[in-house]
């Protein structure tokens, strides 16, 4: 039997609901619910969190297209059964299986996820998924399609920076997504006190049309989906569903009902908001269903559950063995020299050049951040090039950084390839920490199902873009407009993190960070990007760095993961010197002006890439120097120059004459303005001069 509904709000909304097969899949959700919990509670698993209450989103599920794209959250297992028909898979996930579709048992259970289903990798952070929903809403909106995004969460989720974040990419580019608020009024045990006043109110006030609906109702539920989603379609941008559902068990299988909530109430709730029962009451009413039937049904279902359960038993469980796979997706490079005409180029230029290259390659990529679509080309002109010839591929973003990282990679997600974010300073990224640190996620999380490529560029560390004064003058960045920034990212599982010293650099490795299937965060030095090719104390440019600020036309790559080796002077090599970025100008001014009073060579290990960063080149030049020095412009509390010090001493002992030394910027919260004080803050060639000199007497 089927509700003809198709005059709900006109014409076009050529929907009819099976509500018979809708009405299993309630069920069945129910029935799989109340098996799960049992399990749970004779010990066979760790975990469980319920659906019960919530099985109307369904309905809301049935309203939509296959083609649509959703983020789920963990009530969501009717809607995961009404977009998938997939029974087996809940229960792999929580019987930890290999065969897990959505995160192959490495995942808690209840995190819905599937990329050839279009569903986005559930988290478990309260509505951390939303600002990747935004980013496909954002694609699908720059494509033309006719695809939207549903993205669900809790009332609790609604109070979320996350949650903010979405609503406010929907409804300032007027894009195709479907909120919906699923409202059991409990966020664990606090009741209400997530928003003031009404929720539709608040949504249409901000340019979001909304209804509110009963989520104990099915068929109102259902009717309201399809007016959204007509809403939607018909191009008059994003809705919100505020449903109103019951919770009818406890938060979770580790947290104890009665502890916090009134028998009363739950008896209440129990009796009137049960959208299956009221659902199967309705169907009798009709007279599609008779008592007896529904009776049947749950057996037959509770049979077929537990005879898939046992078929599942039977599958493979994770072995150890395969804890590190799918850890991180660095791309595997590709031998290819450059052919274009060398030119001498800034690393500003370069990198302008790279996201041409970029943009004319690829004409759904983009670029998106604060300020990069006007003339100037965002604050430090890096997209000035793009902005002149192919303006439609850099789009100026609200003040929201969060709100950047979530467009770019959710439509990175969707596209499998990356876009481009710009975080104007490096400093300003920590909003968004949470979605970077999700998104260096997903492949790990999914078993691989899920890639995340993202390009995030960001100026950092000191100075703002002007010349670089061989070791003075950093910049007056101060507070807010100088951190390093590796030290935020290079703990990050999942994360490539990158650091170019030179233009040549600049824009091969910035090329092949946008081949990655991982997120890259692209650390580009304020210092660096008018600088000139590093000079010694005479003013005499250093050759061996001096060549690659001449850049190939047209486009080339240079592999990530891979330092450049550099040697300053004859003979043996007596010291090591690791670093990245400016340090790198810094410790060649630095050789250059030691090697003409020692004997011997120095040897600079350029990184390049941070994470992963290049072992075999640095375990090769301690071994051959015996003295080594780590150079970095982070402050000296648990930085990524830290880590690198350990590292050596860890694997190279044996091969050290001296006590590794590391350099780097004092541990206070970052250089201040004025210059006295900015000076004595970074480590500059005259600091590693003496530490050279203090290493070469040990
Ligand atoms: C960002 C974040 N903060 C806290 C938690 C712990 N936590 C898990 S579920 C939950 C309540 C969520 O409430 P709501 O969004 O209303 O969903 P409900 O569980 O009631 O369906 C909290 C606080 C979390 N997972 N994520």
């Not at 599920?61 to 969501?76: P, Q, S, V």
């Not at 998106?368 to 003339?375: A, K, L, M, R, T």
């Not at 002109?381 to 959710?410: C, D, F, R």
């Not at 990007?529 to 190939?552: C, N």
Request: aromatic share 8%; charged share 20%.
């Amino acid at each position: 039997m089927t509700v003809n509904i198709q005059d709900i709000e006109s014409d076009t909304l050529a929907t009819s609901l099976d509500v018979m097969a809708l009405y299993r899949t309630m069920l069945t959700a129910r029935v799989m619910n109340d098996l799960l919990k049992t399990r749970k509670t004779q010990g066979k698993y760790p975990f469980y969190i319920g659906c019960a209450g919530h099985e109307s989103m369904a309905a809301v599920i049935a309203a939509l297209n296959e083609t649509d794209w959703l983020a789920l959250y963990y009530r969501d297992l009717a809607a995961w059964l009404q977009r998938t028909g997939d029974t087996y898979g809940p229960l792999r996930e929580a019987y930890s299986r290999v065969t897990g579709p959505m995160n192959a048992g490495r995942n808690m259970p209840a995190h819905y996820s599937g990329r050839a289903l279009r569903i986005l990798p559930g988290v478990s952070e309260v509505a951390g998924l939303c600002p990747f929903a935004g980013g496909v809403g954002f694609s699908i909106q720059r494509e033309r399609s006719d695809e939207l995004v549903l993205c669900s969460t809790g009332d609790g989720g609604v109070a979320t920076n996350d949650f903010n974040v979405l609503f406010r990419q929907a409804s300032v580019h007027q894009l195709p997504v479907l909120m919906v608020v699923e409202d059991n009024s409990w966020a664990i045990t606090m009741s209400g006190g997530q928003w003031a006043g009404s929720l539709v109110e608040w949504s249409r006030a901000g340019g979001v049309y909304a209804e509110e609906v009963d989520g104990s109702n099915v068929i109102a539920t259902y009717e309201s989906a399809c007016r959204l989603v007509q809403h939607i379609r018909s191009g008059k941008g994003p809705a919100l569903m505020h449903l109103r559902v019951g919770l009818l068990d406890a938060h979770s299988s580790s947290t104890d009902i009665k502890s916090y909530r009134k028998k009363e109430e739950i008896e209440l709730t129990v009796a009137t908001k049960d959208p299956v029962q009221n659902f199967g009451r309705w169907l009798i009413e009709n007279g599609s269903l008779q008592e007896s039937d529904i009776a049947r049904m749950r057996k037959e279902i509770r049979a077929d559950l537990e005879r898939i359960e046992k078929e599942i038993l039977l599958e493979p469980v994770p072995t150890a063995d395969r804890v590190m796979n799918h850890q991180i997706n660095v791309p595997i490079w590709q031998e290819n020299t450059p052919r274009g005409a060398l030119r001498p180029l800034t690393m500003l230029g370069a990198i302008n050049e790279a996201l041409v290259e970029l943009a004319q390659r690829d004409p759904d990529f983009f670029v998106y951040g604060q300020d990069v679509g006007s003339p100037k080309g965002g604050v430090f002109g890096a997209t000035a090039s793009l902005v002149k010839q192919h303006p439609q591929q850099v789009i100026s973003s609200p003040l929201n950084e969060q709100m950047i990282i979530g467009i770019v990679s959710g439509a990175s997600m969707r596209a499998g390839k990356a876009r481009c974010a710009e975080i104007q300073f490096v400093d300003y990224h920590q909003s968004a920490t949470q979605t970077i640190r999700l998104a260096a996620r997903f492949p790990y999380q999914t078993y691989g199902d899920w890639n995340s490529p993202l390009l995030i560029r960001t100026k950092s560390g000191s100075g703002g873009g002007g010349p670089i004064s061989s070791s003075s003058a950093a910049g007056g960045g101060a507070f807010g407009h100088s951190n390093a920034g590796e030290q935020w990212f290079t703990n990050v599982p999942g994360l490539i993190t990158v650091c170019p010293s030179t233009p040549f650099d600049a824009k091969g490795l910035l090329l092949e960070s946008a081949r990655a299937q991982s997120p890259v965060m692209f650390l580009e030095r304020g210092r660096l990007y008018r600088s000139e090719p590093p000079k010694d104390a005479e003013g005499t440019a250093i050759q061996v760095m001096a060549d690659y600020w001449h850049v190939p036309d047209g486009y080339y790559t240079l592999p990530l993961g891979k330092a450049r080796r550099l040697r300053i002077g004859d003979g043996p090599v007596q010291v090591a010197i690791i670093a990245w970025g400016t340090m790198v100008l810094e410790a060649c001014t630095a050789a250059a002006n030691m090697v003409k009073h020692v004997d011997g060579a120095i040897e600079i290990v350029d990184l390049r890439t941070l994470i992963p960063f290049d072992q075999k080149a640095i375990t090769a030049a301690v071994k051959e120097a015996s003295r080594v020095i780590v150079v970095t412009e982070e402050i000296d509390l648990t930085s990524f120059g830290r880590h690198i010090h350990s590292w050596i001493v860890q694997n190279c002992f044996y091969d050290l004459d001296a006590t590794p030394v590391l350099l780097s910027a004092l541990a206070a919260p970052a250089a201040p303005y004025s210059t006295a004080e900015e000076t004595a803050f970074y480590p500059s060639a005259a600091t590693i001069e003496t530490s050279i000199e203090d290493l070469l007497v040990e």
